[in-house]
């Protein structure tokens, strides 16, 4: 019986792929086997001795102490592409109410409420002050190519406009996706000078922190309007405000609301709405518990942002696998101290850490102790 604690409410339709007779799921679990998270910060949890899993319903993990994890052995799951349409779906918006004027023009019209017959020609007197320009024909550069960027690059396309692309690590998988019509560029400066429009689809690490700066935005086109439904500190909200009061920038749409951009006029703020939607809560939870299930109950890692993608199916009497350092033969050295017949064995390497499957066939148990004593292990499992 496994023991799952969620953080947060989980839609059942995730919930139900755990099986009663094998999985006890609460909100109040003291030593979990697993844990499955949406928004909740674990930074100040206490990670059990049993703790073996923690899965994201989500794409960021910040709300979780990843190299925490990593020493103790514990695998750290998230869920790309599984809310990446409803944030698509978001940016698209903040494209039309970046340009269009819209959310100053609704609370304006509000001020006529008692105007009687008058509205009508207010109306026609005053929405000249709310004029904004067509996004069909513009230029929009987005910044990361994941599976967000694509899914917005390729609508963007679809709205008629100029589609420009920039992603250092663009795989080949993540261009399948793309349309042929995206422009590829070299860098993130070729976006800066040419686009009339920019969104921010990058992950947030040290690199990327602030990279919406002052430096950068002087590079822009004037009157760049700027979608930041990515990550808060993507962006030097100082930057922003400059240039918005100086008229270089002429908007700017993010889904992270920050006291010093609140009220500031040209500023669209959303409540961090990019994966609300019960399609999205509904994806991520069906794939944070498959990645539970199978992780638990097979071994098999996928979409672990600590650890490498490894599966293989067990044809003798166990798997045994194993979380360690990364290091040169540490997979044939682990085969080697197992001391029992190894069927098959795969393994792989994500940054510092190493994960390694044996499929064996003996005495596992006997195995395992053996292996803990290879240096640079970390921990160590058997299914039967």
């Known amino acids: 019986m496994y023991n799952i604690l ?5 839609a059942s339709c995730g919930t139900d792929l755990l099986p009663k007779d094998n999985y006890a799921i609460s909100d109040s679990e003291a030593n979990p086997d697993a844990v499955v998270v949406r928004s909740a910060s674990m930074h100040e949890m206490e990670l059990g001795s049993n703790l073996l899993a923690i899965a994201r319903a989500g794409a960021g993990v910040n709300n979780i102490p990843i190299d925490k994890c990593s020493e103790q052995g514990i695998a750290v799951f998230n869920t790309p592409g599984a809310n990446a349409n409803a944030v698509k779906e978001l940016v698209i918006a903040g494209l039309l109410l970046s340009s269009r004027k819209i959310v100053p023009s609704t609370e304006w019209i509000k001020t006529l409420k008692g105007k009687g017959d008058e509205v009508g020609k207010l109306v026609e007197k005053g929405k000249s002050q709310f004029v904004g320009p067509e996004i069909s024909g513009k230029k929009l550069g987005v910044i990361g190519l994941g599976a967000i960027g694509a899914l917005v690059a390729n609508a963007a396309l679809a709205l008629g406009m100029e ?21 590829i560029v070299a860098g993130n400066d070729d976006i800066y000078k040419t ?6 689809h990058a992950p947030a690490t040290p690199e990327t922190k602030g990279m919406i700066n002052a430096d950068n935005i002087a590079k822009m086109k004037d009157g760049v309007r700027i979608l930041n439904f990515a990550r808060a500190d993507l962006v030097d909200s100082k930057a922003i405000i400059d240039a918005l009061a100086s008229g270089k920038m002429a908007a700017y749409a993010t889904d992270f609301a920050t006291d010093d951009l609140l009220c500031v006029e040209n500023v ?14 509904d994806n991520c939870a069906v794939m944070a ?12 890692v996928l979409n672990s942002v600590n650890l490498p993608n490894v599966a293989i199916e067990k044809t003798g009497d166990a798997k045994i696998c194993v979380i360690s350092k990364a290091a040169d033969g540490i997979a044939d050295k682990i085969s080697a101290a197992a001391g029992i017949t190894v069927a098959n064995c795969a393994s792989g390497t994500k940054k510092d850490m190493a994960y390694t499957v044996l499929d064996v066939k003996g005495d596992a148990d006997a195995a395992r102790a053996k292996i803990e004593a290879v240096d640079g292990v970390i921990k160590v499992r058997v299914i039967k």
């Open 163 to 183: 589609v420009y692309g920039a992603d250092p690590f663009l795989s080949d998988a993540a261009k399948k996706r793309l349309s042929p019509d995206v422009r």
């Open 6 to 10: 969620t953080l947060n409410k989980i």
């Open 268 to 281: 669209i703020a959303i409540p961090h709405l990019g994966a609300s939607t019960p399609e999205s809560e």
């Open 195 to 200: 686009c009339d429009y920019i969104s921010i």
């Open 289 to 300: 518990c498959n990645e539970v299930k199978n992780y638990l109950e097979k071994g098999d």
